[in-house]
């Protein structure tokens, strides 16, 4: 018989997360670390997921390229003095870990209105604009490698948080056609122009 294989067990680790790691003690951050993601003397956590860009567990919502121009991604100050620092530390416990990246939302100006043309500069809902399938495609490129730089292993990626949960404070709607012609059109063969080996995971709903 043939059964499905598990590709490992975790959580997710986000900004506010971070945010609370960094109260503690560096003494009681490691044990407890440790007790989540040492693979010999813990619960060995394989996994995790982080969000690119804000989301709803965020101190606040953001995405690497908030001013329009994909000339003009870059590393948020929230990550880079909460997450990448955690991030370093859990890795120093498990460097065989294993991320699974997932935006809540496309740069705003990204987004236009679900069913007209009309620009749809708002954090909640709206969909991607079919012109800037190329720009969100580097998008995901240059998070890739930039956490590649760090030294983290982005397993997979996905397109989409709750690709139909149009109601959340960080969200874009992605239906599965969307979903389809982006990584058709832009997001696959970008992967394939880097050399990527990035997986991904479509359709990742609830």
Known sequence: DTYQTVEGFGAAITPSTCYNLLKM???DRTAFLKNIFDPKDGLGSSLI???????????????????EGIEHFGVPAIDSQYLIPI??????????????????????????????????YE??????KESCYQDYATYFVKWIQYMQSQGFNIYPITPQNE??????CMSTVFYWTTERDFIKEALGPAFQKAGLKTKILVFDHN
Request: include cysteine.
């Open 25 to 27: 003690k560096q003494a």
């Open 49 to 67: 997921r982080v969000c690119i860009g804000g989301s709803d567990f965020s101190i606040e919502r953001y995405t690497w390229c908030d001013t």
């Open 87 to 120: 991030l370093k530390e859990i890795y120093a416990i498990n460097p065989d870990l294993q991320i699974i990246g997932s935006p809540w939302s496309a740069p705003r100006w990204m987004k236009r209105n679900i069913n007209d043309s009309a620009n749809h």
């Open 123 to 128: 954090w909640t809902g709206g969909t991607l």
């Open 163 to 168: 690709p139909l949960n149009a109601g959340n």
